[in-house]
């Protein structure tokens, strides 16, 4: 599926169901929110996009915890599950995403080498109130711009299946 027909799958589900989506994005610096926005009538079921590239914003603007991060990284999976989790609580939002990653060409380790990028995505469980939330590590491979863009197309192509 292209990066539109997921856009165009994302915007008739939302407002279909009335639902809202925001993002929080560090390696890709905006990118995930500039693709919706793209999109004639985006601001009916796109609420707002958070861009905490430094650790010090994330903490501020998304409230996660300083020693998360110390202890798992920005980038890793727990640190992307509290951005995802800060935006709904930061915004009007039903669902969000949260990306943070390396996109090189430096940064890297043997843990965690260039194009490691961490993804959740947070919603509202209907049935009790809850947040539930979904996270994993992709391993992208390219420059800098492509694992950028990789990133935010797998984002949105993830997001897309939860809402369906």
Not at 3 to 30: D, W, Y
Not at 139 to 161: D, E, H, P
Request: glycine share 8%.
């Amino acid at each position: 599926m292209s990066i539109e027909q997921t856009l165009n799958q994302l915007a008739t589900i939302c407002l279909a169901q009335h639902k809202k989506i925001a993002t929080a994005e560090s390696c890709t610096g905006g990118m995930v929110a500039q693709l919706i926005t793209d999109c004639a009538g985006s601001s009916q079921w796109f609420d707002r996009g958070f861009v905490t590239y430094s650790n010090l914003s994330k903490e501020q603007m998304l409230k996660v915890d300083k020693a998360l991060i110390e202890q798992w990284g920005a980038v890793s999976e727990q640190v992307a599950e509290a951005m995802a989790q800060g935006v709904l609580y930061h915004s009007s939002a039903d669902y969000s995403l949260a990306i943070t990653g390396i996109a090189g060409p430096g940064g890297g380790t043997d843990s965690k080498p260039v194009g490691t990028v961490c993804f959740a995505w947070a919603y509202y469980d209907s049935a009790n109130k809850n947040i539930k939330c979904l996270s994993e590590t992709q391993f992208f491979t390219g420059n800098r711009q492509f694992v950028r863009i990789q990133s935010a197309y797998y984002s949105l192509k993830i997001l897309s299946k939860i809402i369906t």
